[in-house]
C-alpha cells in the first residue's frame, strides 16, 4: 500500500461516484496527472443509504492504477454492520477505510480491524451527530481521520448546509493534531476555502470534478481555491 501519511496533508480527493464509469480508469489517470493523491471511493448498500454503487471489486481495479502513480484510496463505507466487510475492502487494496458511527455498534472494535489491517482508520459523522461521539476513539488512539459530512449521505451533487462551517471548526478543535479532518458534500470551487479555513485538511469533491468537462482543470482550480498559493 502507498503511504498513508497522505491523509494528514492537504489533499482535494476526487471521488469517482461521479466519474463515467465507463472511462474511470482514465478519468482516474486525469485527475492524478494533474495532482491528486487521494482518490475518494464511496461505497452505499441500500439500506445505510437509498443508492447502491459499488463493492471490492472498483477498489481492487484502481489499486495498481493509484499506489502506481503515488497515490492512496479513500474509501468511505456507508454501509450497515462495515465490520463485517473490512477485511475485503482491505485485500482489495483501501489505504484508508471510513465508517459510520451511526452504522455499527462497534466503533471502536471496527477501527481496530481497520488499522490491525494495516489501513488508516477513519469514522464518519452525518449532519446531525453530534462531535462528541469521536471524543473516546481519538482519545482510545484507533481513529487517523475523522469525516464531517456535509450533506445528508447517499446522494452526489447536493448543496453543502451551511452549519457545517461551524461544526468543522469544532470537530477540528476537539481532535488530536495527529488525526485528520475530511469533509464530504458540496465542495467545489466556491465553498473550498471556506471548509479549509474551518479546519478541514482533506476535501472530498465529486461532481465539482468529475462532474467538469475536464475534470483534471476543475481538480486543479478546487485545489487552488482551498489553498491559494
Not at 461521479?18 to 482516474?28: E, K, M, P, S, Y
Not at 492524478?32 to 493523491?37: H, I, K, Q, T, V
Not at 477498489?59 to 468511505?76: E, K, M, N, P, T
Not at 482510545?140 to 461544526?167: E, R, T, Y
Amino acid at each position: 500500500m502507498s503511504d498513508t501519511h497522505q491523509f494528514q496533508a492537504n489533499n482535494v480527493a476526487p471521488s469517482i461516484l461521479a466519474a463515467d464509469f465507463t472511462r474511470l480508469g482514465a478519468q482516474v489517470a486525469e485527475v492524478m496527472d494533474a495532482g491528486a493523491r487521494v482518490i475518494h471511493v464511496d461505497v452505499m448498500d441500500g439500506h445505510f443509504v437509498p443508492p447502491i454503487t459499488f463493492g471490492p471489486n472498483i477498489v481492487a481495479a484502481l489499486a495498481d492504477q493509484v499506489h502506481s502513480a503515488g497515490g492512496v484510496l479513500d474509501v468511505h463505507l456507508m454501509i450497515e454492520r462495515p465490520e463485517r466487510h473490512v477485511e475485503d475492502f482491505v485485500k482489495a487494496g483501501a489505504d484508508g477505510i471510513t465508517v459510520h458511527v451511526e452504522a455499527t455498534q462497534h466503533l471502536h472494535y471496527t477501527l481496530d480491524v481497520i488499522r490491525q489491517g494495516g489501513a488508516s482508520a477513519g469514522a464518519a459523522i452525518c449532519p446531525a451527530t453530534a462531535v462528541s461521539v469521536l471524543a473516546d476513539v481519538a482519545a482510545a488512539g484507533v481513529l487517523d481521520l475523522a469525516l464531517c459530512m456535509s450533506v445528508n449521505p447517499g446522494w452526489g451533487n447536493q448543496s453543502l448546509i451551511p452549519h457545517s462551517f461551524a461544526k468543522l471548526q469544532v470537530l477540528r478543535a476537539a481532535m488530536p493534531a495527529g488525526i485528520a479532518v475530511e469533509v464530504d458534500g458540496g465542495v467545489n470551487e466556491q465553498s473550498a476555502r471556506t471548509v479549509a479555513e474551518s479546519g478541514a485538511n482533506l476535501l472530498v469533491a465529486g461532481s465539482a470534478v468529475f462532474g467538469a468537462a475536464d475534470p483534471a482543470a476543475a481538480f486543479a482550480a478546487v485545489t487552488v481555491a482551498a489553498w491559494p498559493t
